[in-house]
């Protein structure tokens, strides 16, 4: 059963913006933690973002200001509204979630991506100079 599915990738050029989009299957208003990881080509995954079940976001230095994440409970969607994008940026983009196994999210920090065992596919974004 596939849990979590990434849209909105696509290539850009820096300054501008994408939206990803992770149709997520209830998740959005269960887990305790949902996220966004992203892995560069040849390069280590990283955390990007994430919102704990009460909204609480939290942000990896590097997105700070330029990245927003939120969720739509109603649509059972997560979201990254990425802004002033940059060609650091490129990666395969992921959305995670913690199971059901978790009941807090007071850990919820984007450097604790790892911990978020449900994973999507990923959507791909790359950004030119």
């Known amino acids: 059963q596939v849990h979590l599915v990434e849209s909105g990738g696509g290539s850009v050029q820096a300054g501008g913006s994408l939206t990803l989009s992770c149709a997520a299957n209830g998740y959005t208003s269960r887990s305790h933690c949902m996220g966004w990881f992203r892995q560069a080509p040849g390069g280590e995954r990283e955390g990007v973002a994430t919102i704990n079940l009460e909204g609480t976001t939290n942000y990896a230095d590097s997105v700070k200001g330029r990245f927003t994440i939120s969720k739509d409970n109603a649509k059972n969607t997560l979201y990254l509204q990425m802004n002033s994008l940059k060609p650091e940026d490129t990666a395969m983009y992921y959305c995670?979630?913690?199971?059901?196994?978790?009941?807090?999210?007071?850990?919820?920090?984007?450097?604790?991506?790892?911990?978020?065992?449900?994973r999507g596919q990923g959507t791909l974004v790359t950004v030119s100079s």
């Open positions: 995670a979630a913690a199971g059901p196994s978790h009941n807090s999210g007071s850990w919820c920090t984007a450097n604790r991506y790892r911990i978020l065992e449900v």
